[in-house]
């Protein structure tokens, strides 16, 4: 469902993806790990449709995203790290606006925006101004807006930024039983216990390359060629493929 051939982009001189190779599998929840400037955003804003490739192929649902833009975000629902949105509408009215976008029927659309604004715990602030709205509450409402149209594939970055311990586990919940369900999820994230939760398989990028992808079974043997780590948790593992096992030493006076 997802697939990148030799995907590059460049900022100027810098190179963020160096012929970036991705294949993620109809119903598969992949997770995408990386240090910070990896190339994580990078990719999922091509993915999107947010952002150009400087060179190579990125495919969503078989359309080429940079030729067959329209008919890809179609089957996609993208949910960002920070919630941009119009403060100025209510959250119903802002779910309805995204509805029209997508050219939902009238009926349906009603139903489905009550019933995620209900599955949020928003209902009570349906016709309050967004402005009003903590950034968790944001969260939530672009989460809505994002699965309204029932995308056969999801794009995610950073899904728990903001929202407290409750709403992020109603949140992996939500992913989870979409994936179950046959839905595609691509997420990028920093939380690695959530990766290693929700994810069938992860792949990790470093300097816009993945270096190591596959289960958490074949992550943990591909970092056995350390002895300084117990390869159990995700993030001894990270830590080592990455090259990052070592601590830094903390001052004594802290």
């Not at 119903?27 to 994580?40: C, Q, S, T, V």
């Not at 050219?103 to 019933?115: F, K, Q, V």
């Not at 944001?138 to 309204?148: G, S």
């Not at 159990?232 to 090259?243: R, S, V």
Request: charged share 25%.
């Amino acid at each position: 469902m997802i697939r990148t051939k030799k995907l590059k982009k460049y900022y100027g001189s810098f190179e963020a993806l160096v012929e970036l190779d991705l294949n993620v599998a109809s119903g598969e929840f992949y997770g995408f790990l990386g240090p910070n400037g990896a190339g994580k955003t990078t990719t999922v804003k091509i993915l999107a449709g947010l952002l150009k490739a400087s060179a190579g192929n990125a495919f969503v649902g078989g359309y080429d995203i940079s030729r067959e833009a329209i008919e890809a975000k179609k089957i996609i629902g993208f949910i960002p790290d920070r919630p941009y949105i119009y403060e100025k509408l209510t959250a119903s009215e802002f779910l309805i606006f995204t509805a029209r976008l997508f050219n939902m029927d009238a009926a349906e659309t009603r139903l489905r925006i009550d019933e995620y604004l209900e599955l949020f715990g928003l209902m009570d602030w349906k016709n309050e101004l967004i402005e009003s709205f903590s950034h968790g509450m944001r969260q939530k409402t672009i989460m809505a807006a994002a699965l309204l149209h029932r995308p056969k594939i999801i794009i995610v970055d950073e899904p728990m930024v903001g929202l407290d311990p409750k709403g992020a586990k109603l949140v992996k919940k939500i992913l989870k039983n979409l994936c179950n369900k046959g839905t595609t999820v691509f997420m990028s994230t920093h939380s690695l216990p959530v990766a290693e939760e929700l994810c069938d398989r992860i792949g990790i990028i470093q300097k816009g390359q993945v270096i190591a992808e596959g289960t958490m079974e074949e992550l943990r043997t591909l970092a056995k060629n350390s002895p300084h780590t117990s390869h159990e948790k995700l993030e001894d593992i990270f830590l080592n493929l990455t090259g990052e096992e070592g601590e830094n030493a903390l001052p004594d006076d802290l």
